[in-house]
RNA sequence: GGAGACGUAGCUCAAUUGGUUAGAGUACCGGACUGUCGAUCCGGUGGUUGCGGGUUCGAGUCCCGUCGUCUUCGCCA
């Protein structure tokens, strides 16, 4: 070995030994006849004492080995605020490994620079203790994990990475076939039906770190390339899931934080909690809930809640504590936030000595007015706001608003975790565009029993064995009961206008392999990014993954996606067509055959 | 595909709102210092203001286009 101790690990009890330090040098601190050094490596860093003699060799953040004696330091230099604080590093002797050209940026925890610079130089940035910290959290998290499964003889099984390419869900990353002419692969959106055959195949239980790959735009919080952590359990009910992953959550949050859980998690209706908070994922760490006015409102002369109401409008509000001395501008700050919602605008009215202030008060009945502070049951000094228009755009808009102004007014405690399950999803959703019902998880999740006989007849109204892991306002989870029933299955693809020939060409393989007898079964899939992202109190999954891309879909630190050689492409029988000026004549967004 | 913010020294930012030679901190280079803790002190180098047009006597600043990053809507079964 290059060395006999990592940077981090000395303490007082070494001191008097002979050691070997391999690491970077950070932070030098000349004194003109000696100088102090921090030597680091992942482990943490360590003084090293040069004299006049060596000195001269030193070079930031070269990579070196050196040979010296453990000191203990006297009391009065002794650093707390270090691991190694009690002793230092003598050097004797020190050989340059590495060289390092200037560094783009500086390696320390509180630097401030751009995004772009960091992904640019990953190598340099996951130097930095922090980056060391998180990904070393995101491995502990990683095998508490496994280990929480393999206590409850769950299998790690991988499923396919090539696979076939499905056009429901989002845009498949697609891969060419060399030897099939014409051909493509795909890159998993999921292991979704891999999973569900392993369930027909007797596996019983499963998990695995999936690799998923979604070709659609990113996010804060989504990335092209995301791990999740893929679950499926046969003979099973929703409540079994529940308990299992309930399990894994609580290990893992006591083996890396040491923070103890209450299970079982609390269980929320869809119905529920889109009522409550406006959003299917509601962070629950806070109150502000939303505030049915229709009623309140409904005989208040002011035209613009009567003609909303006549139109079936939603009139609903919520109480921003203490703001009640929010400016014109302040209001409109927030309306221009939930314009992006489609929302129209807010109705503020200020709560002022036991009763509603604000000029909508003077277009009310006095009756109303005294009704609609009863409603919102707010103190003085508060601000009611209300939206009103169409009951979906109303729940997105004032559950967006109410996590906005919980940030804006830090009413989120920290570091506490709000756990809960979101279940009875509906099992359809209307889609305006395609004029048909579509699923909304996957056509693969199973109605509730009360539903099975006749969902044909409502669809809208059909719950499903569907339901959400949810974190701190954070998604972290969907899983389903699966459709392990043919019969079942066909009318569920046959409501949602898929053909009996299409079903077979599309999943037919899956399809056949229900013929067989699949036990019941069903999982979920978490999205392990997420997982540790909220667990470390972090707002954007890129400080938790090694080598992520940025929003455009490039990779910073490879430059990817590139051209390809023309022969490549030859050897895979495509052409690449070049982007015409004229985009009605391309309006075909694919540039590959 | 749409919207917004940003782009000035290697890095992070400033430039009195269109005014003359674009500044500061840090990094880097040189010097001083016998106990520092991302040392300190003194001095110095460093700029095609992302790129391309335009308006103007004059543009970092205004306009148009373009590129890049971030946030967001759409999208993400």
Redesign the pocket.
Same mark, same amino acid.
């Given at each position: 070995m290059l060395r006999t101790h990592t940077c981090g690990e000395l303490r007082k009890e070494h001191a008097g030994s002979e050691v070997t330090l391999s690491g970077w040098i @950070?932070?030098?601190?000349?004194?003109?006849?000696?100088?102090?050094?921090?030597l680091t490596d992942r482990y943490g860093f360590c +003084?090293v004492?040069f004299d006049e003699n060596l000195k001269p060799q030193l070079?930031?953040?070269a990579y070196v080995q050196l040979k010296g004696e453990v000191?203990a330091?006297?009391e009065?230099?002794?650093?707390p605020?270090?691991a190694t604080?009690e002793i230092?590093v003598?050097c004797k002797e020190m050989k340059i490994l590495s060289r390092s050209k200037?560094?783009?940026?500086?390696l320390?925890?509180?630097?401030?620079?751009?995004?772009?610079?960091?992904?640019k130089y990953r190598f340099l940035d996951m130097r930095r203790p922090q980056m060391i910290e998180r990904l070393t959290m995101r491995s502990k998290i990683a095998s508490a994990i496994r280990k929480a499964f393999e206590e409850m003889s769950f299998l790690e099984v991988e499923t396919p990475v090539l696979v076939r390419s499905?056009p429901?869900?989002? @845009?498949d990353f697609v891969v060419p076939s060399r030897v099939h002419h014409g051909k493509f692969y795909a890159l998993p959106?999921?292991p +979704?039906?891999y999973k569900q055959m392993l369930m027909i195949g007797g596996l019983d239980r499963y998990y695995q770190f999936a690799r998923c790959f979604?070709d659609?735009?990113?996010?804060?919080?989504?990335q092209l390339v995301h791990t999740q952590v893929d679950v499926e359990m046969a003979t099973t009910q929703q409540e079994d899931v529940f308990r299992a992953v309930e399990h894994v959550m609580k290990t893992i949050f006591s083996d890396v934080l040491d923070v103890e859980l209450k299970t079982p998690f609390p269980t929320y209706t869809y119905d529920e909690v889109m009522a409550r908070f406006g959003i299917d994922k509601p962070d629950m760490r806070f109150g502000m809930e939303l505030i049915d006015c229709g009623e309140a409102v409904s005989e208040s002369g002011f035209v613009l809640f009567e003609n909303a109401l006549k139109d079936g409008a939603t009139i609903k509000g919520i109480v921003a504590p203490g703001c009640a001395a929010y400016s014109r501008k302040q209001v409109s700050k927030l309306e221009k936030y939930i314009h992006?919602?489609?929302a129209k605008g807010l109705v503020a009215f200020k709560v002022k000595d036991g009763k509603l202030e604000g000029s909508p008060v003077k277009k009310m009945s006095e009756e109303s007015v005294q009704k609609l502070y009863e409603k919102a049951a707010a103190q003085d000094g508060d601000l009611l706001l209300l939206c009103v228009g169409k009951s979906d755009i109303v729940h997105?808009s004032l559950g967006?608003l109410r996590n906005y102004l919980a940030r804006e007014l830090n009413l989120i405690p920290e570091g506490e975790y709000n756990f809960l399950w979101v279940i009875d999803f509906p099992l359809f959703?209307w889609d305006e565009?395609a004029n048909s019902w579509?699923?909304?998880?996957?056509?693969?999740?199973m109605p509730k029993d009360e539903f099975i006989e006749n969902f044909e007849e409502n669809p809208g109204d059909v719950k499903a064995q569907l339901y959400d892991l949810v974190l701190n306002g954070v998604e972290l989870g969907?899983g389903s009961i699966r459709i392990s029933y043919p019969e079942i299955q066909k009318r569920v693809m046959n409501l949602v206008g898929m053909s009996e020939e299409e079903a077979q060409k599309k999943f037919g393989f899956l399809l056949d392999a229900y013929q067989y007898a699949s036990p019941p079964h069903g999982g979920i899939?978490m999205g392990f990014d997420n997982l540790v992202m909220t667990m470390l109190q972090l707002?954007?999954?890129?400080e938790v993954i090694a080598y992520?891309?940025?929003?455009?879909?490039?990779f910073?630190y490879d430059g990817s996606p590139t051209p390809i050689e023309c022969e490549q492409l030859d050897e895979l029988h495509l052409n690449v067509v070049e982007k015409e000026e004229d985009?009605e004549a391309n309006n075909e967004?694919s540039s590959e055959e």
């Open positions: @950070r932070s030098i601190r000349d004194h003109n006849h000696f100088a102090f050094v921090n +003084q004492y070079e930031k953040e000191k330091r006297p009065k230099e002794i650093n605020n270090m604080g230092e003598i200037v560094l783009p940026f500086e320390f925890d509180k630097i401030d620079v751009k995004e772009e610079t960091r992904l499905t429901e869900g989002s @845009r959106q999921s +979704q039906l979604r659609e735009d990113a996010r804060r919080d989504r992006q919602f489609q997105r967006e959703e565009e579509t699923p909304m998880h996957h056509m693969f999740s969907s899939g707002e954007n999954i890129r992520p891309n940025a929003s455009n879909g490039m910073l985009e967004k």
